[in-house]
């Protein structure tokens, strides 16, 4: 990484790019009858991947950045998995058959606080309305705080083949400060369990630019991580978005590492999986060669959804529970936010989406070109936009933002074919956001670009 260029552009505020258009951009024009509409659409030969929301903790970690509350009922929980199995009734009926799934998907919040008889059920009512294929993934996140043996048997009896286990950092300093304390023992242990049970595919995430955290507390994390062998590792710049996240505030900025901090820390842990045998897929992720997203990779078929990278073929993600976000080829649909505004659309019957987008055919273009940036570091321009009907020429023309990278060096362009150079690949967010059309660089939305 060139520390220059980190210090030029690291400060941008960007999206993800976990889809195209993002989701800033949704709106409540697209409703319950337009997703049912676009359910009902779908071709016969379709297949699907499912995303499931459980918007629960038993404490919320002061980094967290995604759509969760506290529960310590279980009733509350109870309630609302009743309700989750009802949108998945009423969403099958709307496309009229079961539709085949290759991917399914646990998120939170903590998926694993439901009651592991819960668990079972819930996965139970997903293969009576789908055709859940005998290959299918079937993931679910974990916080190895809060997992019990009995829901690690419930996991195992489900069919669940990969497990998720946020890690974040080792350091007791970096714990305090974000109010998440794990141990490595716990860690290891919840590792043991799951692979006593035959769940083989183990992913850890790792965040950096965390409050208090060095490049040497990054390394020893790492080292940790990799006496445990997992397969993958997810590693994520903080977003400090404390006027989205109020609990963020909890977070003291003046610990914050700066922008070239950040720089360092991200290519310290990269440096040091790499040097342990990991490929680098993408912008944050790392696979042990021969894992499926290392072979997606070296293949060029990787993709990109809400969940980041993926192995995922699919061109229909169903997502369910509150905040869960689908992706259709109409467009977008996202659920109420709020747990109570879901529940009360679901039980009135009809479909809890609030918000959404409809593609148009310059989105599906640009989309494609943002999706190859981020999954190969580079676009065959030219192949992609003769797919759509499109010039190279016009969209190179369109996309200003692009000029000053190629003369930075970070971008080199060859007639139609742009490549990401090398010592510039964590810049990848700043070369898709060239062809952002519908990017508002003056709204603080997004996390920084390093």
């Known amino acids: 990484m060139r520390a220059d260029l980190a210090a030029s552009y690291g400060e941008e505020r960007l999206p993800r790019y976990t889809s195209y258009p993002t989701a800033p951009h949704f709106s409540k024009a697209i409703g319950p009858e337009t997703y049912a509409g676009w359910l009902a659409e779908l071709p016969a030969g379709a297949s699907a991947s499912l995303y499931l929301h459980v918007p629960f903790c038993r404490e919320m970690c002061w980094y967290c950045g995604c759509h969760t509350q506290i529960a310590r009922r279980d009733e509350l929980i109870a309630g609302y ?124 995430d790792l965040i950096y630019g965390l409050p208090h955290q060095t490049v040497a507390s990054c390394l020893d994390t790492v080292r940790r991580c990799l006496t445990l062998a997992p397969d993958r590792f997810s590693v994520f710049g903080y977003a400090h978005v404390p006027g989205f996240k109020k609990h963020q505030q909890m977070i003291n900025e003046a610990v914050l590492p700066d922008g070239l901090a950040r720089h360092d820390q991200a290519c310290a842990i990269a440096n040091a999986l790499k040097e342990a045998g990991y490929v680098q897929i993408g912008l944050d992720h790392f696979a042990r060669p021969g894992d499926s997203m290392a072979v997606a990779f070296e293949e060029r078929t990787l993709r990109r959804n809400f969940q980041g990278y993926t192995t995922d073929k699919s061109e229909v993600l169903l997502g369910f529970g509150a905040s869960a976000i689908g992706h259709l080829p109409q467009g977008y649909v996202q659920n109420e936010v709020q747990i109570g505004a879901y529940a009360q659309s679901i039980a009135a019957g009809r479909l809890a989406t609030a918000k959404g987008y409809g593609l148009t055919d310059d989105d599906r273009l640009r989309a494609d070109i943002i999706e190859r940036i981020m999954c ?75």
Do not use: Y
């Not at 646990?106 to 009651?115: L, R």
């Not at 859940?132 to 974990?142: D, G, Q, T």
């Not at 890690?167 to 369990?193: G, H, K, L, Y």
């Open 81 to 204: 998995l009743r309700t989750l199995r009802n949108e998945i009734v009423a969403v099958s009926e709307a496309i009229g058959r079961r539709i085949k799934v290759e991917h399914i998907h646990f998120g939170g919040g903590t998926p694993t606080i439901m009651a592991p008889e819960a668990f079972a059920e819930l996965l139970a009512t997903m293969r009576q309305k789908f055709f859940v294929l005998p290959s299918a993934e079937i993931a679910v996140e974990i916080d190895p705080r809060t997992l019990t043996a009995d829901m690690v048997e419930a996991m195992r009896l489900s069919g669940v083949n990969r497990a998720s286990l946020g890690v974040q950092s080792f350091d007791p300093v970096v714990q305090r400060a974000i109010n998440r304390v794990q141990s490595f023992e716990q860690t290891a242990s919840v590792v043991d369990m799951l692979r006593r049970a035959g769940i083989a595919g183990l992913n850890f």
């Open 376 to 450: 190969e570091f580079s676009a065959d321009l030219g192949d992609i936009c003769a797919r759509h009907g499109a010039e190279a020429g016009a969209m190179l023309d369109s996309a200003s933002r692009l000029k000053p990278l190629i003369s930075d060096g970070v971008v080199r362009l060859d007639g139609n074919r742009l490549a990401v150079a090398k010592d510039s690949r964590f810049l990848v967010r700043s070369v898709a956001a060239a062809f952002d059309a519908h990017l508002n660089p003056g709204k603080q939305l997004h996390s920084r670009a390093v």
